[in-house]
C-alpha cells in the first residue's frame, strides 16, 4: 500500500520569507511525486512533479520541490512568501508505470501574513 | 482549452435518497477519475476510467455508489442511497493516457459539494 504523511496541518509564515511545507511518502517501486494547491471553493492545481531527473524540481508560481530518496521526502519550498501564497497543499505519490492510482496526503493549510 | 467541468456545484439532500454528479473531462483526455473529499482529508479515488473502460474501483462502495463513463467522454457518478457519511465534495479529474510522452499531470474540476442531512 502507498501512503503520504503531511505532518503539518497548518504552517505560518510572514511575507517575503522563506517557507516549507514537509511531506514524506511511502510506496513500492519508484515513486512519482506531485504537490497539488487548492484555493477556496476551487479543485486543486497542479504544482510540480518528479518523476525521474534531477531532483530538485522547479514548479510554478516559484515553487520547488526537493526529491530525497533516502529520507522518502518531497518537501514544498519557495524562497519569498507572498499573501497570496496562502492555500491548501496537498502532496501525492503514485507508482511508476501506466494507470497507477494517485494518493494524497492529508494537505497542509499555508498562511503568509502581511 | 476548457477545463474540466462538473454540475451540479452544490447538492444538498435527505439521507435514503439518491444523487447524481456529472463531468466533462478535458476534450482528448483517454484517462478520468472520480475522488471524494472529506473536510480536512486529501482526495480519495473513488474509481478510474481509461476511455469507457474501468481501471479500478477498488476504493468505490460499490454497494450505493456506481459510476459509468459511456462512449469514452462524459461520466456520471450516482449514490442510491445515500448516507449522512457521504456528505463531501466530489472532484473529478482527467488526464491524458499515461505513456512515455505522457506528463503524468491530472486536471480538476471544481467539484460538486454534497450535502446530506
Given at each position: 500500500a502507498q501512503s503520504v504523511a503531511q505532518p503539518e496541518d497548518q504552517v505560518n509564515v510572514a511575507e517575503g520569507n522563506p517557507l516549507t511545507v514537509k511531506c514524506t511518502y511511502s510506496v513500492s517501486g519508484n515513486p512519482y511525486l506531485f504537490w497539488y494547491v487548492q484555493y477556496p471553493n476551487r479543485g486543486l492545481q497542479f504544482l510540480?512533479?518528479?518523476i525521474t531527473g534531477d531532483n530538485l524540481v522547479k514548479g510554478s508560481y516559484g515553487f520547488e520541490a526537493e526529491f530525497n530518496k533516502s529520507q522518502t521526502s518531497f518537501h514544498l519550498k519557495k524562497p519569498s512568501a507572498l499573501v497570496s501564497d496562502s492555500a491548501l497543499y496537498f502532496c501525492a505519490v503514485r507508482r511508476s508505470g501506466s494507470a497507477r492510482q494517485l494518493t494524497f496526503g492529508s494537505g497542509t493549510q499555508l498562511t503568509v501574513l502581511p | 482549452e476548457a477545463g474540466v467541468a462538473q454540475s451540479p456545484r452544490y447538492k444538498i439532500i435527505e439521507k435514503r435518497q439518491s444523487v447524481a454528479f456529472w463531468c466533462n473531462p478535458i476534450s482528448g483526455h483517454a484517462t478520468l477519475y472520480w475522488y471524494q473529499q472529506i473536510l480536512g482529508q486529501g482526495p480519495k479515488l473513488l474509481i478510474q476510467f481509461q476511455n469507457n473502460g474501468v481501471v479500478d474501483d477498488s476504493q468505490l462502495p460499490?454497494?450505493?455508489?456506481?459510476?459509468?463513463?459511456?462512449?469514452g467522454v462524459d461520466s456520471t457518478l450516482k449514490?442510491?442511497?445515500a448516507k449522512l457519511e457521504d456528505s463531501a465534495v466530489y472532484l473529478c479529474a482527467s488526464s491524458p493516457m499515461d505513456g512515455p510522452r505522457s506528463s503524468y499531470e491530472q486536471y480538476f474540476g471544481p467539484g460538486t459539494r454534497l450535502t446530506v442531512t
Open positions: 510540480l512533479k518528479y | 460499490k454497494d450505493r455508489f456506481s459510476a459509468e463513463r459511456l462512449k449514490i442510491q442511497p
